[in-house]
Nanobody
Framework: QVQLVESGGGLVQPGGSLRLSCIAS???????MGWYRQAPGKQRELVAS???????NYADSAKGRFTISRENAKKTVYLQMNSLKPEDTAVYYC?????????WGQGIQVTVSS
């Protein structure tokens, strides 16, 4: 069982920044990691992902504003979010893709509002 704990969410004004963190248990360096989000009434969607070799992929809505990174020594994946917009408001989830299956964090709220 892989446990994932997100932190760093909250309320921010439009144009502001937040950095989400997700700490994982287990053999973190072997996991591909991703950040997803789910807004009210919408399906969960991929925001960004990073492989074991640190190749990254972004949703079109995140390109140029968000950066995903990982720090294997701390078993942590980050999502730096800049130039936030009200439409970025959602619950953000961390996901680990492991040889034993996929695991999700509990989610953390990000609200972009003035």
């Amino acid at each position: 069982q892989v446990q994932l704990v997100e932190s760093g969410g909250g309320l921010v004004q439009p144009g502001g920044s937040l950095r989400l963190s997700c700490i994982a248990s287990g053999f973190f360096s072997s996991y591909a990691m991703g950040w997803y989000r789910q807004a009210p009434g919408k399906q969960r969607e991929l925001v960004a992902s990073i492989t074991r070799t640190e190749a990254t992929n972004y949703a079109d809505s995140a390109k140029g504003r968000f950066t995903i990174s990982r720090e294997n020594a701390k078993k942590t994946v980050y999502l730096q979010m800049n130039s936030l917009k009200p439409e970025d408001t959602a619950v953000y989830y961390c996901k680990a893709d492991t040889l034993r299956g996929d695991y999700w964090g509990q989610g953390i709220q990000v609200t972009v509002s003035s």
